[in-house]
């Protein structure tokens, strides 16, 4: 059992002692945890107007877009951010202890 980083996400050892990304649900080992876990995810991204169009968000922007981060193997949706087209993907510091 891995220590709990995000609902669905946790960081594991592997077999060597090296740390993993390992999806919490069903248990997919992701990659090395020396990247960000989003790298390793299947990952959606649309802009705030087709969120509109679908009744969630009520600005209308192509500026700006949501990425949906999902489990390449179960699909548990891992995360979302908002960000500015094009920028790369928002990090989550994990502090190492
Ligand atoms: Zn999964």
Do not use: Q, W
């Not at 996400?9 to 077999?15: A, P």
């Not at 248990?27 to 969120?51: M, R």
């Not at 009520?58 to 951010?81: G, H």
């Amino acid at each position: 059992m891995g220590r709990r980083v995000l609902e669905h996400i946790e960081i594991d050892k592997d077999g060597n002692g090296h740390k993993v990304y390992r999806c919490a649900k069903c248990g997919t080992t992701l990659g090395p945890a020396d990247k960000g876990f989003k790298e390793y995810a299947v990952v959606k991204e649309a802009s705030y107007s087709h969120y509109v169009d679908a009744g969630i968000l009520a600005t209308r922007s192509d500026r700006f877009v949501l990425r949906e981060f999902y489990c390449p193997k179960c699909a548990v949706r891992f995360d979302v951010e908002s960000v500015v087209k094009g920028e790369p993907y928002l990090d989550i510091k994990i502090r190492d202890d």
